[in-house]
């Protein structure tokens, strides 16, 4: 998607302006990123309206940003275009995380995790909530409990939908609208490089790489703690878990933990699970360990 003013073309894959045969690069709608793969089937190359802006020169490799001028001001990792709404700040009371809720597959006990500080608050889970179920992406996981609310915030680029879990970490962000904590799943978007599988890694590689583009402070350093292939409840899956950091003025965090999994779920689209967590709330990491371990394939 593009901001208010904005008219170049819409994100997505486009021939490489650099001019490398068979080659298409990732336009996250206001700049180019260094995501580039082959054309082919699964990735669906579109021809832009309007020219996008030629590519810097200089751009971001060996994990972290070069003196790339940043781009127009643009959604943050977390706005999802709610920049304009304004959320209700109460006092939420957060006691110990609920004894004993835990998802199927022997999964940690919500209790082992961090209480939630009080924050803003957003949708509430129905009472007895234990996991989430996402149908459209085949899977389902933990609720993490008090202080967590219903992801309602709107669209990712990476999914088709979207289902999941949220908190607040900070109101107003210099780029607009709010950060948060978050773990999320839905359904692969076309686009990603996922041709069947054995396409597990290349997919969430051409994730990871989205959403560091598209919803963090920049510039910013990479470093990959985990790129390893996994089974999750008997199907194959490939997790990418890296830390970000960043000196940016106006935001709390100065880095954060995320991770993304891919699932073969036996579907057309495999699954995404996507966790976060800055490092204003470093004490909750360890949901990342917990969520990955106790998902269910429907």
């Known amino acids: 998607m593009t901001g208010p003013g904005l008219t170049t073309a819409p994100a997505g894959w486009y021939p490489d302006p650099d ?5 298409v690069r990732w336009w996250n709608g206001e700049s180019w990123s260094d995501v580039t793969t082959p054309a082919g089937p699964g990735v669906a190359v579109q ?3 309007v020219a996008p802006a030629p590519r810097p020169q200089a751009g971001w490799g060996a994990g ?3 003196d790339v001028p940043p781009p127009p001001a643009r959604r943050p990792r977390t706005a999802w275009w709610v920049a304009g709404s304004v959320l209700a700040v109460v006092a939420v009371v957060v006691v110990a995380l609920v004894v004993g809720l835990s998802g199927g597959g022997g999964g940690r006990a919500v209790a082992d995790d961090p209480p939630v500080p009080a924050g803003p ?5 129905p009472p007895g909530t234990v996991r989430i179920v996402d149908e459209e992406a085949g899977i389902s996981y933990p609720f993490l409990g008090n ?4 992801y309602d915030l709107g669209d990712m680029a990476e999914t088709r939908t979207i289902a999941g879990q949220y908190f607040t970490t900070q109101e107003g962000v210099p780029s607009g609208g709010i950060f948060i904590a978050q773990c999320t799943s839905g359904p692969v978007a076309d686009g990603y490089g996922w041709t069947g599988p054995g396409s597990e890694q290349a997919t969430v590689t051409a994730l990871a790489d989205s959403v560091r583009t598209l919803y963090y402070p920049y510039p910013n350093e ?3 703690l985990r790129d390893e292939a996994l089974t999750v409840d008997g ?3 490939h997790l990418i878990e890296f830390q970000l950091s960043w000196d940016v003025e106006g935001y709390d965090s100065t880095g954060e933990r995320a991770a993304l999994l891919v699932i073969d779920v ?3 689209d495999p699954a995404l699970l996507y966790v976060s967590i800055p490092n204003t709330h470093a004490e909750l990491y360890g949901v990342i360990d917990r969520v990955v371990g106790d998902i269910d394939v429907l």
Not at 19 to 23: E, L, S, T, V
Not at 121 to 125: I, N, P, Q, V, Y
């Open 64 to 66: 972290q940003w070069d």
């Open 47 to 49: 021809t832009p309206p």
């Open 19 to 23: 001019g490398a045969p068979g080659m």
């Open 121 to 125: 608050s957003g949708t509430e889970f």
């Open 266 to 268: 036996g579907r057309t």
């Open 222 to 224: 990479r470093e990959i």
């Open 147 to 150: 202080g967590w609310f219903e």
């Open 235 to 237: 199907r194959n899956a």
